[in-house]
């Protein structure tokens, strides 16, 4: 392109820009000639500059190597529709979960997982990373003080817990090293994966930082992890609480302790008692009573449910396991055991033995949730346990009410719509429950219903049988 | 699932409906009819007078049915002319799988007791009635004379009124450029409304949504590229302007561009349309609501049996009749005989026949050293007031700089990207292959083949 033709366009466009009758050329001083050379000009501009990439321009990145095969494209329509309307995070992560337990990944055009992870597959973190504009590498690698300030925090946390699972010693000494470099957020997270391989070799350093962090949540996850390992910390009210209870007993042959709030406490004080609940430890909860530990749990109302919460919550972050299961087992000798309860001390205890615990429960008749029951579980239940959850009352009320909910038997009137709203988030949970066979069986309920295969609200069963897992 | 004659007539909102849907039983409008005898539905495609095609369901169990043209009767005559295809064959619906745009409806709709019921059959609507041909009445010579004469004499009272809203149009761009283009560009809006107004009492009505359009497409872009658009929009329309002279020779695509196209039956009959069959895929459509109360829809196909053509099928249709269902689905491919409107670089087409097509076919090759924007310059040779057009990039990748994205090819060409156009999850992709829309100032990106498969920035 010649330099004096770009001359002359810059020329007649500051021209213009400004106005004005501006002398030009001979040739091209009348209106008529302005327009033809502001034609010219578009046309000029349009086609003879060409964009140039700038040089502060940066390539994005590709996508790291993913590490399990994409939904298949015909289930995609379906997913995109799962994640609509905004969905919990939860669902998110059960629906996320629930894939990977069967082999794929989200296509990355409908979903990234956010910077954040927790809650997701670790399968996610290199795309997380990714999302956050970080070098992606696809395997988590040994961590070190060298790279711990290379990794991304959920990838970092994914390879400190796998460090406290074979050295936990190293994880420690790691941790005396690098904690103070990172935020107080993210150092209590770390901290709670002192869990992991939790021992007496710890007690050292978490005392430390129970006097020293400059974190209130810091000291208080530290504090937490001392009580399991039986270490009695400062009082935190403990007494105070202990002068809301009483222990009376019960019982004719066998006189039974039983530990509840005394009977004339008023509506302060129960809020008091509550709040003291929730940060007092077993331990010194104990000692307060003069107690041992194990005769509290003998002792604790299981009937009463607002007093069942508040201990199962206390028990969760500052017992042992077996000492939380000793009152689990008081739970299911009194059928005061529920879902809620079991997503309390889930965090403390494997899948497979949360397995355990959920079948006895559905043995009993205690579902009440099926959203609870898929937040404890995690998606994709083994045949056994979907044998008895189908069986439970709950689920064959909701799958009963789907002839209603079809809207087959009345027309025109607002109770199918009624219905439809109950059975919408029961079917969307028991979509990521169920094996692929169980699915198929109520699906053909709900066709058997009224219930057109293609209606959304069968999407999760569809999406379920889709995805068709190992055959069970 | 018998639908019976009775049925169709009381489920018919008047006899004219009836009538209406009778003249839509010819197979040739119906590109596409399916059934899923498990759901109890049937849906297909019906090519009205539009480019795009209207997508109709009907539900079985009760007749409620739905349809993605603009009528307010209930059911339409696209609706009523399914069912009574399905009452004249089932045999000729084919087994399909039901498709998303049925599944979001049967999600959206209220059952209601559609299904006629026995008291109120006999309300005067008659099928038979409704199959008789019209018999035309005839028109003697002199009044047919009469009529030809009165017709050439509207016709040259509107070539006037267009050559001397030509004249004013022209007037009002020498009055911008002696006041300014920064004033301009600062009173953008009011001022082109003003000059669209004269433009329609001139009876250039197509022309006047352009100008109308003029603010969103210059104000969207960032402001360093302002003062280039607005020399190239109003160059655009000098250039029009000329081409047009007094109208009697303007050449078809000169006056589409300010009057309006021609209607779908005058181009199939047209001996200059250009046809050409093969397999298309929908890469985009855009809707865009104008100044004067009218949705234009846009629907942009691709050639896939090379060449890289494009086609774009385009409408118009009244605001006030609400949101439209879509014609097709993003990414679907179908075998069609396509109707180019003539021009020099046809693109605005009519569907003629279409068929559909299983599986999915890959985009044509392009060399990586393919000079992107060569189309664009002869386009612009042929037809200089065209305002974009679609081209295909080679592989390349998204790059970023600053808040502008790019998309960057591997033989030193750049097209800077409308970031709205770009969603993050393209970025990480191999982009194989890019469909954009060039304006001259940036690219608005339609699709995008990649290494994770197809990607519509529309959804």
Same mark, same amino acid.
């Not at chain 2, 065209?386 to 030193?412: F, K, N, Y």
């Given at each position: 392109?010649?330099?004096?033709?770009?001359?002359?366009?810059?020329?007649?466009?500051?021209?213009?820009?400004?106005? &004005?009758?501006?002398?030009?050329?001979? #040739?091209?001083?009348?209106?008529?000639?302005?327009?033809?050379?502001?034609?010219?000009?578009?046309?000029?501009?349009?086609?003879?500059?060409?964009?140039?990439?700038?040089?502060?321009?940066?390539?994005?990145?590709?996508?790291?190597?993913?590490?399990?095969?994409?939904?298949?494209?015909?289930?995609?329509?379906?997913?995109?529709?799962?994640?609509?309307?905004?969905?919990?995070?939860?669902?998110?992560?059960?629906?996320? &979960?629930?894939?990977? =337990?069967?082999?794929?990944?989200?296509?990355?055009?409908?979903?990234?997982?956010?910077?954040?992870?927790?809650?997701?597959?670790?399968?996610?973190?290199?795309?997380?990373?990714?999302?956050?504009?970080?070098?992606?590498?696809?395997?988590?690698?040994?961590?070190?003080?060298?790279?711990?300030? #290379?990794?991304?925090?959920?990838?970092?946390?994914?390879?400190?817990?796998?460090?406290?699972?074979? /050295?936990?010693?190293?994880?420690?000494?790691?941790?005396?090293?690098?904690?103070?470099?990172?935020?107080?957020?993210?150092?209590?997270?770390?901290?709670?994966?002192?869990?992991?391989?939790?021992?007496?070799?710890?007690?050292?350093?978490?005392?430390?930082?129970?006097?020293?962090?400059?974190?209130?949540?810091?000291?208080?996850?530290?504090?937490?992890?001392?009580?399991?390992?039986?270490?009695?910390?400062? /009082?935190?009210?403990?007494?105070?609480?202990?002068?809301?209870?009483?222990?009376?007993?019960?019982?004719?042959?066998?006189?039974?302790?039983?530990?509840?709030?005394?009977?004339?406490?008023?509506?302060?004080?129960?809020?008091?008692?509550?709040?003291?609940?929730?940060?007092?430890?077993?331990?010194?909860?104990?000692?307060?009573?003069?107690? =041992?530990?194990?005769?509290?749990?003998?002792?604790?109302?299981? /009937?009463?449910?607002?007093?069942?919460?508040?201990?199962?919550?206390?028990?969760?972050?500052?017992?042992?396991? #077996?000492?939380?299961?000793?009152?689990?087992?008081?739970? =299911?000798?009194?059928?005061?055991?529920?879902?809620?309860?079991?997503?309390?001390?889930?965090?403390?205890?494997?899948?497979?033995?949360?397995?355990?615990?959920?079948?006895?429960?559905?043995?009993?008749?205690?579902?009440?949730?099926?959203?609870?029951?898929?937040?404890?579980?995690?998606?994709?239940? /083994?045949?056994?346990?979907?044998?008895?959850?189908?069986?439970?009352?709950?689920?064959? #009320?909701?799958?009963?009410?789907?002839?209603?909910?079809?809207?087959?038997?009345?027309? &025109?009137?607002?109770?199918?719509?009624?219905?439809?709203?109950?059975?919408?988030?029961?079917?969307?949970?028991?979509?990521?429950?169920? =094996?692929?066979?169980?699915?198929?069986?109520?699906?053909?309920?709900?066709?058997?219903?009224?219930?057109?295969?293609?209606?959304?609200?069968?999407?999760?069963?569809?999406?379920?049988?889709?995805?068709?897992?190992?055959?069970? | 699932?018998?639908?019976?004659?009775?049925?169709?007539?009381?489920?018919?909102?008047?006899?004219?409906?009836?009538?209406?849907?009778?003249?839509?039983?010819?197979?040739?409008?119906?590109?596409?009819?399916?059934?899923?005898?498990?759901?109890?539905?049937?849906?297909?495609?019906?090519?009205?007078?539009?480019?795009?095609?209207?997508?109709?369901?009907? !539900?079985? %169990?009760?007749?409620?049915?739905?349809?993605?043209?603009?009528?307010?009767?209930?059911?339409?005559?696209?609706?009523?002319? @399914?069912?009574?295809?399905?009452?004249?064959?089932?045999?000729?619906?084919?087994?399909?799988?039901?498709?998303?745009?049925?599944?979001?409806?049967?999600?959206?709709?209220?059952?209601?007791?559609?299904?006629?019921?026995?008291?109120?059959?006999?309300?005067?609507?008659?099928?038979?009635?409704?199959?008789?041909?019209?018999?035309?009445?005839?028109?003697?010579?002199?009044?047919?004379?009469?009529?030809?004469?009165?017709?050439?004499?509207?016709?040259?009272?509107?070539?006037? $009124?267009?050559?001397?809203?030509?004249?004013?149009?022209?007037?009002?761009?020498?009055?911008?450029?002696?006041?300014?283009?920064?004033?301009?560009?600062?009173?953008?809006?009011?001022?082109?409304?003003?000059?669209?107004?004269? @433009?329609?009492?001139?009876?250039?009505?197509?022309?006047?949504?352009?100008?109308?359009?003029?603010?969103?497409?210059?104000?969207?872009?960032?402001?360093?590229?302002?003062?280039?658009?607005?020399?190239?929009?109003?160059?655009?329309?000098?250039?029009?302007?000329?081409?047009?002279?007094?109208?009697?020779?303007?050449?078809?695509?000169?006056?589409?561009?300010?009057?309006?196209?021609?209607?779908?039956?005058?181009?199939?009959?047209?001996?200059?349309?250009?046809?050409?069959?093969?397999?298309?895929?929908?890469?985009?459509?855009?809707?865009?609501?104008?100044?004067?109360?009218?949705?234009?829809?846009?629907?942009?196909?691709?050639?896939?049996?090379?060449?890289?053509?494009?086609?774009?099928?385009? !409408?118009?249709?009244?605001?006030?009749?609400?949101?439209?269902?879509?014609?097709?689905?993003?990414?679907?491919?179908?075998?069609?005989?396509?109707?180019?409107?003539?021009?020099?670089?046809?693109?605005?087409?009519?569907?003629?026949?279409?068929?559909?097509?299983?599986? @999915?076919?890959?985009?044509?090759?392009?060399?990586?050293?393919?000079?992107?924007?060569?189309?664009?310059? $002869?386009?612009?040779?042929?037809?200089?007031?065209?305002?974009?057009?679609?081209?295909?990039?080679?592989?390349?990748?998204?790059?970023?700089?600053?808040?502008?994205?790019?998309?960057?090819?591997?033989?030193?060409?750049?097209?800077?990207?409308? %970031?709205?156009?770009?969603?993050?999850?393209?970025?990480?992709?191999?982009?194989?292959?890019?469909?954009?829309?060039?304006?001259?100032?940036?690219?608005?990106?339609?699709?995008?083949?990649?290494?994770?498969?197809?990607?519509?920035?529309?959804?």
């Amino acid at each position: 392109m010649p330099m004096d033709d770009l001359a002359r366009f810059e020329s007649a466009k500051l021209r213009w820009m400004s106005g &004005g009758d501006v002398p030009t050329a001979p #040739d091209l001083s009348g209106p008529a000639a302005q327009l033809r050379e502001l034609a010219l000009a578009g046309q000029f501009r349009q086609t003879c500059l060409r964009p140039t990439l700038p040089e502060t321009a940066r390539p994005v990145p590709n996508y790291p190597r993913l590490a399990l095969p994409l939904l298949p494209e015909n289930l995609r329509p379906i997913f995109r529709r799962l994640l609509c309307p905004a969905q919990s995070r939860d669902y998110m992560q059960a629906l996320i &979960g629930f894939m990977a =337990s069967r082999g794929v990944m989200a296509h990355p055009f409908d979903w990234l997982p956010p910077r954040d992870t927790d809650g997701y597959p670790d399968i996610y973190i290199p795309l997380a990373k990714w999302h956050a504009s970080e070098d992606a590498e696809t395997i988590t690698p040994d961590l070190t003080e060298d790279n711990w300030s #290379d990794l991304f925090p959920a990838e970092r946390r994914l390879a400190f817990e796998i460090l406290r699972q074979v /050295d936990a010693a190293a994880a420690r000494d790691l941790m005396v090293a690098k904690a103070g470099t990172v935020p107080a957020e993210e150092r209590m997270r770390l901290v709670g994966l002192f869990a992991v391989n939790l021992g007496h070799d710890d007690q050292g350093y978490l005392e430390g930082l129970v006097a020293s962090d400059r974190s209130g949540k810091v000291k208080t996850a530290a504090r937490q992890l001392l009580a399991r390992l039986g270490v009695d910390g400062e /009082d935190d009210g403990a007494h105070e609480l202990a002068d809301f209870l009483e222990v009376s007993s019960k019982g004719l042959l066998r006189r039974n302790s039983v530990i509840t709030f005394r009977k004339k406490l008023n509506d302060v004080q129960r809020r008091r008692a509550f709040a003291l609940l929730d940060t007092v430890s077993l331990l010194q909860l104990a000692n307060a009573l003069d107690h =041992s530990p194990a005769q509290v749990i003998a002792a604790w109302t299981v /009937d009463e449910h607002p007093l069942i919460g508040p201990f199962i919550g206390c028990l969760a972050r500052t017992a042992t396991k #077996d000492q939380i299961l000793a009152y689990w087992e008081r739970l =299911s000798a009194a059928k005061t055991a529920g879902f809620l309860y079991l997503g309390q001390i889930a965090p403390r205890l494997n899948r497979a033995h949360i397995l355990d615990l959920s079948a006895g429960l559905l043995k009993q008749g205690r579902l009440i949730d099926l959203n609870a029951l898929l937040m404890v579980t995690g998606p994709d239940l /083994d045949p056994r346990i979907c044998d008895l959850l189908l069986a439970t009352d709950e689920v064959r #009320d909701i799958l009963g009410g789907a002839t209603v909910a079809s809207g087959t038997d009345m027309p &025109g009137d607002t109770k199918d719509h009624q219905a439809l709203t109950v059975l919408e988030p029961a079917l969307r949970a028991l979509g990521l429950l169920l =094996s692929s066979t169980h699915a198929i069986r109520v699906l053909e309920t709900l066709k058997g219903a009224g219930f057109h295969s293609a209606h959304p609200i069968l999407y999760s069963l569809t999406f379920n049988i889709g995805l068709k897992g190992p055959p069970s | 699932m018998a639908l019976t004659t009775a049925s169709i007539e009381q489920t018919a909102p008047d006899q004219a409906s009836l009538k209406a849907a009778a003249k839509l039983l010819s197979p040739a409008k119906w590109p596409e009819r399916l059934i899923s005898a498990d759901d109890g539905l049937i849906w297909g495609a019906c090519q009205g007078s539009g480019a795009n095609p209207y997508r109709v369901v009907v !539900d079985l %169990s009760d007749l409620g049915a739905k349809c993605s043209c603009p009528s307010r009767k209930f059911p339409c005559k696209h609706a009523l002319a @399914l069912m009574l295809l399905y009452g004249e064959g089932a045999d000729d619906f084919l087994p399909g799988t039901v498709p998303d745009w049925v599944t979001e409806w049967l999600g959206r709709r209220r059952k209601t007791d559609t299904v006629p019921k026995d008291e109120i059959i006999g309300t005067g609507k008659s099928l038979a009635d409704a199959l008789k041909d019209d018999i035309p009445v005839p028109v003697d010579a002199k009044t047919q004379a009469q009529r030809e004469a009165a017709k050439q004499k509207r016709a040259a009272a509107t070539r006037q $009124a267009i050559t001397d809203g030509m004249a004013d149009l022209e007037r009002w761009i020498a009055d911008q450029l002696r006041t300014g283009l920064s004033d301009l560009l600062g009173d953008l809006t009011p001022r082109c409304r003003r000059i669209a107004a004269r @433009l329609v009492d001139a009876k250039a009505g197509t022309l006047a949504a352009r100008i109308d359009g003029i603010p969103a497409r210059v104000l969207g872009l960032p402001q360093g590229d302002r003062a280039d658009a607005v020399i190239a929009e109003l160059g655009k329309l000098v250039i029009l302007s000329r081409a047009w002279g007094d109208g009697v020779a303007a050449d078809p695509s000169v006056r589409r561009e300010i009057t309006g196209a021609e209607p779908r039956d005058a181009l199939l009959a047209n001996t200059e349309t250009v046809r050409q069959t093969g397999l298309w895929e929908v890469l985009a459509t855009r809707e865009e609501t104008r100044r004067d109360n009218l949705i234009a829809r846009s629907t942009w196909l691709l050639a896939l049996d090379g060449g890289h053509r494009f086609a774009l099928l385009q !409408d118009f249709f009244p605001a006030s009749t609400g949101r439209q269902g879509a014609a097709f689905s993003l990414g679907e491919q179908f075998h069609a005989e396509m109707a180019f409107y003539p021009s020099a670089h046809p693109l605005r087409a009519q569907i003629v026949e279409r068929r559909p097509r299983e599986g @999915l076919r890959h985009w044509p090759e392009i060399s990586p050293a393919t000079d992107v924007l060569k189309s664009f310059a $002869a386009a612009l040779a042929h037809e200089p007031w065209l305002l974009e057009l679609p081209i295909l990039l080679p592989q390349g990748r998204v790059a970023e700089a600053g808040s502008t994205p790019w998309w960057s090819g591997d033989h030193d060409t750049a097209l800077p990207l409308l %970031s709205e156009t770009v969603d993050l999850s393209l970025c990480g992709a191999e982009i194989q292959s890019a469909a954009v829309l060039w304006n001259g100032h940036r690219a608005s990106l339609l699709a995008a083949q990649t290494n994770l498969g197809r990607f519509h920035a529309d959804g």
